[in-house]
């Protein structure tokens, strides 16, 4: 059976701290493995650019961390798409993702000198920190060729036309169920059922946050704010084309998918014992 529904690659443009963990393994239930290839933050956005071109036509699924300026690199016909998010809740998400990942370029230092959330976003540790969705969305292939603090309007435009007239979907993390349904409609995508992947626990609220930490997340991210008003005012345009059904739709695949999460969680747990003592303890009952 073929899996790659598709007739095109298909590119994920995939901003730190959007769901796109989450999306991933969705992703892996319509792409053979061979097929799909992930950009990190680690170098492989060179390894990439190695590659030769019969193998880069080989890619059916491109994801990862990069910027839209990647689209150069490819040969043959690709689809775009991408999911942005409330520049603050990005900001304080990727600091406490950071902090609970030793692999990231920024962990040591953050743990090292006990970074708090407002150090980090002053301390231009990462560049990603200063408009970093706007960086990714315009014409750059990683988005860190810009110094911190020097981004202009002239990428927030790049990033506004490649998004209304490169993008075939453009999602929002805070509508992450209707995303979905666009990406189904996009893509011919079924298998959308998910369970959330990467999810920064214990992390701040915007309102535990000092007055002080909220401005300075704001002061780097003016660009990525006009950036994702512009994204909300697209993502209705989409959804307009499921008219009136929308509401009952997403309820009905809210339901199915919390049907799923208890499944997956139960075999998951059947896993771990002998079903006979499983059930014992499921029922309270252990023979003494």
Known sequence: MNRDFSPDRVVFLHIPKTAGSTLYRILET?????????????????????????QKMAIRLLRGHFGFGIRTLLPGPSEYFT??????ERVISYYHFVRRSPRHYCYERVTK???SLET???SR?????????????????????????????????EAKHNLREQMKVVGLTERFDET???????????????????VSAGR?????????????????NMLDT??????????????????NDLPQQLADFRRANQRRQRLTHLLWELRKYPVRTYLRRLIGWERP
């Open 30 to 54: 319509h792409y053979r493995w061979e097929s799909i290839y992930t950009v990190w933050q680690d170098g492989t956005l060179d390894e990439f650019k190695a590659l030769s071109t019969e």
């Open 83 to 88: 999911i942005l998010r409330d520049p603050t």
């Open 113 to 115: 000198d006990n970074m």
């Open 120 to 122: 980090f976003v002053t």
């Open 125 to 157: 540790i990462d560049t990603l920190l200063d408009n970093g969705q706007t960086r990714l969305l315009a014409n750059r292939e990683s988005g860190h060729e810009i110094p911190f603090g020097s981004c202009t309007t002239a990428m927030l435009d």
């Open 180 to 198: 979905l349904f666009l990406l189904q409609q996009a893509f011919g995508w079924r298998k959308l059922y998910y369970s959330r992947q990467n």
């Open 204 to 220: 701040s609220s915007q309102k535990a946050l000092p007055p002080s930490t909220l401005a300075a997340i704001q002061a780097t």
């Open 226 to 243: 006009e950036l994702y008003q512009f994204a909300e005012i697209l993502f209705e345009e989409q959804l307009a084309q499921f008219g």
